[in-house]
Nanobody, 118 residues
Framework: QVQLVESGGGLVQAGGSLRLSCAAS????????MGWYRQAPGKQRELVAA???????NYADSVKGRFTISRDNAKNTVYLQMNSLKPEDTAVYYC????????????WGQGTQVTVSS
């Protein structure tokens, strides 16, 4: 089992910045990749950014150039630096960890609210 604890959400004005953190514990040796998803009211959950154990990153087109995902392996923590925030970035952000244990297993954090005011 993997446990994920997120922090860093909040309210910010458009153009501002926030940094989300996700600390992993438990069977972290099984984690292949970690990422951030978001879900706005009435919309499906979508991938925002992901980073593999090898450091490769992937971003949604809507956040490229504004968001940066990074990881601190010593702290078992993944970060999402969000700059130039827009009202459409408002959503609940969820940390995700993917383990490959014969089959893919997804673990999720509890979610943290990000609200961007115009």
């Amino acid at each position: 089992q993997v446990q994920l604890v997120e922090s860093g959400g909040g309210l910010v004005q458009a153009g501002g910045s926030l940094r989300l953190s996700c600390a992993a514990s438990g069977s972290i040796f099984s984690i292949n990749a970690m990422g951030w998803y978001r879900q706005a009211p009435g919309k499906q959950r979508e991938l925002v950014a992901a980073i593999t154990s090898g450091g490769s990153t992937n971003y949604a087109d809507s956040v490229k150039g504004r968001f940066t995902i990074s990881r601190d392996n010593a702290k078992n923590t993944v970060y999402l630096q969000m700059n130039s925030l827009k009202p459409e970035d408002t959503a609940v952000y969820y940390c995700n960890a993917v383990a490959l244990l014969g089959a893919r297993v997804d673990y999720w954090g509890q979610g943290t609210q990000v609200t961007v005011s115009s």
